[in-house]
């Protein structure tokens, strides 16, 4: 492996043959590919070569080439003349411009551009910047030893070097800056005006426009700039003023964000607010390197880019990254939309802790009507096909869910899907506090509350729904047999329904955490049809263009709106759950792959129901054993729904794990000094003394 002094050498053997008409290096072309070849050689050299300590070891050899570079002057000199000329003979403007910031193509164009480009990437011209970049850097990981290596090393390798104090080069940058700002204002004002764009916010094709009005002080700028060489800056005045268009034009951005119940979302939007978003930081930061700052400022603000330009190369080809940007914002939209509705799923005094046991008996009883239906469905399989009994399994239950969605009762395993982006939600309030006192007191107060109470919520919920199903189910079963003389399933049918609920002795925990993802995905449904009734306008639309308004009085057709816009959500989250469950199993025969669910409130149907048609022959045992499994599936049920549905809440909100875990260690303290709080409507458990005090606090803080 090449050490440092080997470089060194092969660098001062390059310059003093480099002129030289003899030399192989003499042609232009051939001088330019060594120069990025030596370049290529020095950061194999800093690399490292191990996956543990990455920067210790990079800072470690930063460090050796700045020592070195400082013994030296002319290994110095020379490296710093290696990166001036290949900078002046390569062009910066996509690095400027592009690198970094979405394509045009679109969402799903760019995602199938960069699977293909893993395969067989695209050729990059030469003499531009960003084909040096990728040649240099070309590990895909280089970015993290980049960026794990102190901004202070790289600044001191800068001021060793003295780079970019020449005055040629930073006069060609200078150039080329101007250049940027226009293209990166172009495609800003461009966006600004999609179609999409301007249905939002109407007043972005006026003529006081902040993106119009950007656009003209930049060119205009740029034109005094040039015409002005000596003082490409002078006007500072109108360098403020336009940063002042910026921020507007980040304002208006923001109004997207802040009426987004009102102007919806779609993943055409969330794609041209990207685009928008980094034009406009990209355009900041070159205002900023343009506006005369001191010599260390602004090598901190080119280590800054040179990072983010790295990183952007090593994963211009990411699909996860390109997924993770723009679902991550769309997922915070959805999740927005169920937020609101999950309010309605905790119980914050006694009298709607009892109203929510009473809606989950009802949804109770519903789901053992639903138990007898699907049991009476399962004699047709053998000589029905696997599909034809998909669709009767998810119309059953579809229209079950549906009616106790219409009958305001609750499913209780829908829930943790509902509330887990409002618990988010009360997390990023949370990380807003700045004053630690004032952050854990509201840990204590606000959240604490908000989470004890959720849980309670949905322990009763659980609790009136299999306290439902059970007896109902149960009696069902005995009232069939005294109408058709006949058991509703066979005593066989009864004991495998009993050994399928047996936490060891089947794969219903499995089933149970399958059955976890689809309420999961059905919470995320029920947001994304709230947010396309609100982003297409569905009410108005209905109102103006429905042939309903001709067959209806407009009393009862002003109520069917109200209700389409307040519960398309749920009809279409409840109606995917039913597909969801009740296509898995006969799908799985289909594919091959004996899978099948498992939902808490069936399992404790269907024991009911074999219960009653064994007449007292089952073992205490087997009972015992079989009300654990419904415990278990009940548990997974929930935590697979809801430790799901909390990672895509905290994603759409950038929120680590890491945050939660003093919340976690907060509810365990409350669970030991109160733990009955946790079930039941009793007071929350009060960890700090001084709660009342800090509770003022709290709402002084939320008001603002």
């Not at 899907?417 to 939600?425: L, P, R, W």
């Not at 807003?432 to 952050?439: G, H, T």
């Not at 709106?561 to 989250?573: D, F, P, R, V």
């Amino acid at each position: 492996m090449q050490t440092f002094q080997d470089f060194f050498i092969s660098l001062e053997d390059f310059y003093k043959n480099v002129d030289n008409p003899n030399s192989a290096f003499y042609e232009k072309k051939i001088a330019q590919q060594k120069r990025i070849n030596l370049l290529k050689d020095l950061v194999s050299i800093i690399r490292p070569r191990s996956f543990t300590k990455i920067r210790e070891i990079a800072e470690q050899k930063i460090q050796e080439l700045t020592k070195y570079l400082n013994n030296n002057l002319s290994a110095s000199q020379n490296l710093k003349k290696l990166i001036e000329e290949i900078c002046l003979q390569n062009n910066p403007l996509l690095v400027l411009t592009e690198v970094g910031i979405m394509g045009s193509k679109g969402f799903w164009a760019e995602a199938y551009d960069r699977l293909s480009y893993k395969i067989l990437p695209p050729l990059h011209r030469d003499s531009e910047l960003r084909t040096v970049i990728n040649e240099v850097f070309y590990f895909k990981s280089d970015y993290n030893w980049i960026n794990s290596v102190s901004n202070e090393l790289w600044i001191e390798l800068a001021q060793t070097l003295q780079l970019f104090d020449n005055p040629e080069v930073q006069q060609y940058f200078l150039n080329e800056m101007l250049n940027a700002i226009v293209v990166l204002a172009q495609k800003a004002t461009s966006l600004a005006l999609e179609p999409e764009i301007i249905e939002k916010l109407p007043d972005m094709d006026d003529l006081n426009s902040p993106f119009l009005s950007m656009l003209i002080a930049i060119t205009k700028f740029v034109e005094k700039s040039r015409s002005n060489p000596d003082c490409p800056t002078c006007n500072k005045e109108e360098l403020e003023a336009i940063l002042v268009l910026l921020q507007q034009c980040e304002d208006s951005i923001e109004r997207l964000h802040k009426y987004r119940e009102r102007y919806g979302i779609s993943l055409r939007i969330t794609y041209l607010i990207q685009r928008l978003t980094q034009n406009i930081e990209r355009l900041k930061k070159i205002l900023n390197f343009i506006n005369p700052h001191s010599a260390e400022t602004n090598l901190q603000n080119i280590v800054f880019f040179f990072k983010e330009i790295v990183t952007a190369e090593n994963q211009k080809y990411s699909l996860r990254k390109h997924f993770s940007d723009n679902l991550g914002f769309l997922a915070y939209k959805i999740v927005e939309q169920t937020a609101q509705k999950g309010e309605h799923y905790i119980a914050n005094d006694k009298k709607e802790y009892y109203n929510l046991f009473k809606k989950a008996l009802g949804g109770g009883v519903i789901v053992a009507f639903l138990v007898l239906i699907k049991a009476k469905i399962s004699y047709l399989e053998p000589d029905t096909a696997p599909l034809l009994m998909a669709i009767f399994y998810s119309l059953t239950y579809s229209l079950g869910f549906i009616l106790i969605h219409i009958c305001h009762f609750t499913l209780a395993t829908k829930q943790p899907a509902m509330t887990a982006s409002t618990i988010a939600n009360l997390l990023d309030e949370w990380r807003k506090f700045k004053n630690p006192k004032s952050k854990e007191r509201v840990l204590h107060i606000q959240l604490l509350g908000t989470l004890i109470k959720m849980i309670r919520s949905q322990f009763i919920s659980l609790t009136g729904n299999v306290l439902a199903v059970i007896p109902v189910a149960y009696l069902l079963t005995m009232g069939y047999f005294w109408l058709f003389e006949s058991e509703i399933i066979s005593f066989q049918k009864a004991e495998k329904t009993v050994q399928s609920l047996s936490p060891w002795q089947s794969f219903s925990l499995l089933y149970a955490g399958i059955a976890g993802i689809f309420l999961m995905t059905a919470g995320l449904i029920a947001g994304f049809y709230d947010n396309q009734v609100v982003f297409g306008n569905i009410p108005e639309r209905i109102k103006r263009y429905s042939f309903l308004r001709k067959i209806l009085p407009q009393t009862i057709m002003d109520k069917f709106i109200k209700y389409i816009e307040k519960n398309t959500g749920a009809l279409a989250s409840n109606f995917f759950l039913g597909i969801f469950l009740g296509s898995t199993s006969s799908v799985g025969k289909i594919i091959g792959l004996g899978i099948d669910i498992r939902h808490v409130t069936f399992a404790g149907g269907s024991f009911a129901m074999s219960l009653e048609v064994q007449h007292g022959q089952m073992p205490l045992s087997v009972i015992l054993e079989t009300l654990l499994g419904v415990f278990l599936i009940g548990f997974v049920n929930v935590a697979v729904s809801f430790g799901l549905s909390v990672t895509v809440a905290l994603k759409s909100r950038n929120i680590t794990f890491l945050e939660t875990g003093k919340i976690i260690g907060v509810l365990l303290k409350a669970f030991f000094k109160k733990p009955l709080a946790f079930f039941f409507p009793l007071q929350v458990p009060t960890l700090l003394p001084e709660e009342k005090e800090y509770t003022k606090i709290y709402e002084k803080n939320k008001a603002l």
